[in-house]
């Protein structure tokens, strides 16, 4: 019977033999317990231990795997190992899974907010300043010029104003801070609702599943609008193609007419939602959207018309302040595949060498989700499943390279948005029949490949918490800075990768020394003072405070932006010169005050 | 009226309560975060599902989640951008809306599965 909102999903023919009674392990209720429970309260027992006395001082340029005790991958390898276990039970017990995946996504994403306990990342700073000008001023102001898309697109920001206001916080910092683990959470319940649309096989959903989330190295998960609107994406995709496919494989779960209207209605305000919420995941829908309808998988024929039509009529109309003063850029990168697909990757030959091998094992990653899902599309057929509307998921983000560079983060985007099908399809590589789970060969591939996804995301996942990590020495000179300079300041740092923006932005100026000229940063090399001076009398600012911290200059010399060690030698030249008064001084952070900003330049 | 369906209701209404009071009253933390965040990541979506058969816990838990952060989130944007942005205001007409929808579902003839 089928039942209210809670209910048992009706048996599927392969579903039933992949789940047939097997003799191999078959554990009881109670000792099924034991079997499951025991290994994961054991991992989170050795997680919690991992994270005592955990030098991040130390952390070098492989970022927080450098620091990180053997203990810690033996918790998440035991984890992992339960959820394989449970995985390979002659009776799945999906709630036994539930719990593995819960922890694995709490090991892995909730280890940064508990060993650092400040808030990671210069971006989700600046969100942080949105959410901070809404509470100020109770509106948006669409032609703001700086951090404009944010008030363009406010969606994500009125919501979290909401939710930090209700919850009685005075800023979002503390939500932000556990926003990692929330949204990947999130991530996974719509991975898995879209994967469970995508076949049968509950096995293979779940590896699917667990796939997602061991290769899921982007970062995309922070307190942003892009980790709500890939949920809402998620869930949009996962009910059309549950409720509403037109392909009898698999075939689309009946339900009442008024469910479809309902559902209807919420697909539509979902989308909505997501349009006034974020610039690229609109575009995203209607390219995964139109391919599945042009391919007849998609029973909602009208859906990427009025996807398309949201997003145009909120361009045009909501959003056309930011339209007018960044079209330039819009439009030059249109057409420009490769230029846009190089923009996004690293420099290697100018980065250090902790920075190149991770940048490595990015690719090395990558590389490997999409061979074993090429190799998964190819064995699937084989076994006689043709994927059709995984491999549309997976390929139609890829459309949208030639369109837009995104900020140089294109192809980083393209990906993650591509990842849950390709997951499901690496899956289907080692899993590609309901009953292959049953081959022992398949078993420790399986293990062998999963090993190697959760070992590469350490790294590529980790790999620059150097730059990503802020000291509380560093945030306390942040919030020092934004409670006594003047407004109308000019704020000016080594580079942004710094604690900023977080609090009445707008009254500021802001500019890095990483984005002048060549000839400026090498004249700033030769003669930091002067050039400072120079940058501070161009801004035509009443006062001028420079921002040096460990973590810009850990970017400076993790990136080569500018030459290693630059920015601490600007650092030492400043604090001897009586050009500037010392506001703030610590090992990890310093701010200085232009003495006389007009004299100069 | 399934005993679920009846336990639902009642859950919206109970932690909508438990919202009002904290953020109207005031209370502070522990108390106020966690009803507040728990009404909004549930009770919209919840109250509103009330009206749906779905197939499973997976379907159902996905729905009311997605369903609460867009209702949140469209009463918040709409305050925002008429310039009549109120917490307070947003948080009466999503307990509102919950508690109309929770009721009314309570309310129908023939509500049983």
């Not at chain 1, 989170?44 to 006395?53: A, C, D, F, V």
Request: charged share 15%.
């Amino acid at each position: 019977m089928r039942h209210a909102l809670f209910a048992v999903v009706p048996a599927v023919q392969d579903r039933a033999a992949a789940r047939a009674p097997e003799q191999m392990f078959a554990p009881t209720r109670r000792l099924g317990v034991l079997v499951y429970v025991t290994p994961l309260a054991l991992g989170l027992i050795l997680w919690t231990l991992s994270l005592q006395h955990l030098e991040l001082a130390r952390m070098s340029d492989m970022g927080l795997v450098s620091v990180l005790p053997v203990v810690f991958y033996a918790a998440l390898a035991l984890i992992a190992a339960g959820f394989l276990v449970a995985l390979f039970a002659a009776r799945v017990r999906e709630s036994v899974l539930a719990l593995h995946t819960a922890a694995l996504v709490l090991v892995v994403h909730g280890t940064p907010a508990i060993a650092y306990g400040t808030l990671r990342y210069s971006w989700a700073w600046k969100h942080i300043g949105i959410v901070d000008y809404i509470q100020r001023h109770g509106s948006v102001n669409p032609d703001i010029g700086f951090l404009d898309a944010y008030h363009n697109w406010p969606g994500f920001f009125a919501l979290a104003a909401l939710v930090t206001r209700l919850g009685g916080w005075h800023d979002a910092i503390g939500i932000a801070t556990w926003a990692p683990v929330f949204f990947e959470l999130l991530f996974a319940v719509g991975v898995l609702l879209l994967l469970k649309t995508l076949t049968a096989d509950v096995r293979l959903a779940w590896l699917g599943t667990f796939f997602f989330l061991a290769a899921n190295w982007i970062g995309q998960d922070y307190f942003a609008p892009q980790a709500l609107a890939f949920f809402l994406y998620l869930v949009v995709l996962g009910l059309c193609l549950r409720y509403f496919s037109a392909d009898a494989s698999p075939a689309p779960v009946a339900v009442g007419r008024r469910e479809r209207i309902l559902l209807v209605a919420f697909v539509i305000l979902a989308i909505a939602f997501v349009t006034s919420a974020h610039q690229l995941t609109p575009f995203m829908l209607i390219l995964a959207l139109g391919a599945l309808v042009i391919f007849r998988r998609l029973e909602l024929r009208l859906l990427p018309l009025i996807a398309a039509v949201f997003t145009a009529g909120w361009v045009a109309y909501m959003a056309v302040g930011f339209l007018e003063g960044n079209l330039y850029w819009v439009v030059d990168s249109i057409g420009s595949p490769e230029g846009n697909a190089n923009a996004t990757l690293l420099n290697l030959a100018s980065a250090s060498h902790g920075m190149q091998h991770v940048a490595l094992v990015d690719r090395a990653l990558t590389a490997f989700v999409i061979v074993l899902a090429l190799a998964g599309a190819v064995r699937r057929i084989r076994a006689g499943t043709v994927d059709l509307s995984a491999m549309l998921l997976a390929c139609a983000p890829v459309l949208m390279i030639p369109a837009n560079a995104y900020g140089s983060e294109m192809l980083f985007r393209v990906y993650f948005f591509s990842l849950p099908a390709t997951a499901f399809l690496a899956a289907g590589s080692l899993l590609p029949t309901p009953a292959s789970w049953r081959s022992v060969r398949a078993r420790l591939l399986v293990g062998g490949a999963g090993a190697l996804l959760l070992a590469g995301l350490c790294i590529a996942y980790y790999g620059k918490e150097r730059l990503n990590y802020f000291t509380k020495d560093e945030v306390r000179a942040s919030k020092l800075l934004y409670s006594t300079a003047q407004p109308g300041s000019l704020l000016l740092s080594g580079t942004y990768d710094y604690p900023w923006a977080f609090r009445h932005y707008e009254l500021y100026r802001y500019d890095a020394l990483s984005v002048e000229t060549r000839a400026v940063r090498r004249r700033l090399i030769a003669h930091p003072v002067r050039t400072l001076e120079s940058i501070a009398a161009g801004a035509h600012r009443r006062r001028a405070y420079l921002v040096l911290t460990r973590s810009q200059e850990a970017e400076v010399d993790m990136t080569g932006v500018m030459p290693h060690g630059s920015l601490a030698a600007v650092r030492r030249a400043v604090a001897r010169s009586p050009r500037f008064r010392v506001v703030y001084r610590s090992p990890d952070a310093a701010i200085f005050e232009f003495v006389r900003v007009e004299a100069a330049g | 009226m399934t005993t679920g369906r009846t336990a639902c209701a009642a859950l919206v209404v109970a932690v909508a309560a438990l919202a009002a009071a904290a953020v109207y009253g005031d209370v502070g933390s522990p108390l106020q975060p966690l009803a507040a965040f728990s009404f909004l990541l549930l009770c919209p979506g919840l109250a509103l599902g009330l009206f749906l058969r779905l197939d499973g816990p997976l379907v159902g838990a996905t729905v009311v989640v997605a369903t609460s952060v867009v209702v949140d989130g469209a009463v918040a944007e709409t305050l925002l951008l008429t310039r009549t942005w109120s917490p307070q205001l947003a948080l009466g007409i999503l307990i509102g809306v919950s508690v109309a929808a929770a009721s009314l579902r309570l309310m129908r003839p023939g509500g049983t599965t």
